[in-house]
Nanobody, 126 residues
Framework: QVQLVESGGGLVQAGGSLRLSCAASGRTFTTYAMAWFRQAPGNEREFVGAIRWGSASKYYADSLKGRFTISRDNANNTLYLQMNSLKPEDTAVYYC???????????????????WGQGTQVTVSS
């Protein structure tokens, strides 16, 4: 099992930037890919983007390409999400998730990710 802890959320004005971090511990060597999801009140959990841990290949939700960037630090088992040009509609709780077998990377569905962090709140004011 992989333990995940997100940080870096907060309140930012529209047009601003934030960088989220997700520290992984435990059986991190079993991780095939990691991803970011977000969930706004009343909405389903939404795929933001993912990165294959070994090759660093990246995948994004079409609606977020160009504003959000995923990266990872293998040495420190940390996942990042750089968010630029933030909009009020980006307000949500952001979660990181680990995919041990590649199913999640392919499906981009939350049900295929095995481990989750507790989430970090991002609020974008207009």
């Amino acid at each position: 099992q992989v333990q995940l802890v997100e940080s870096g959320g907060g309140l930012v004005q529209a047009g601003g930037s934030l960088r989220l971090s997700c520290a992984a511990s435990g059986r991190t060597f079993t991780t095939y890919a990691m991803a970011w999801f977000r969930q706004a009140p009343g909405n389903e959990r939404e795929f933001v983007g993912a990165i294959r841990w070994g090759s660093a290949s990246k995948y994004y939700a079409d609606s977020l390409k160009g504003r959000f960037t995923i990266s990872r630090d293998n040495a420190n088992n940390t996942l990042y999400l750089q968010m630029n040009s933030l909009k009020p509609e980006d307000t949500a709780v952001y979660y990181c998730a680990a995919d041990p077998r590649g199913l999640g990377l392919k499906s981009q569905a939350s049900k295929d990710f095995a481990s989750w962090g507790q989430g970090t709140q991002v609020t974008v004011s207009s």
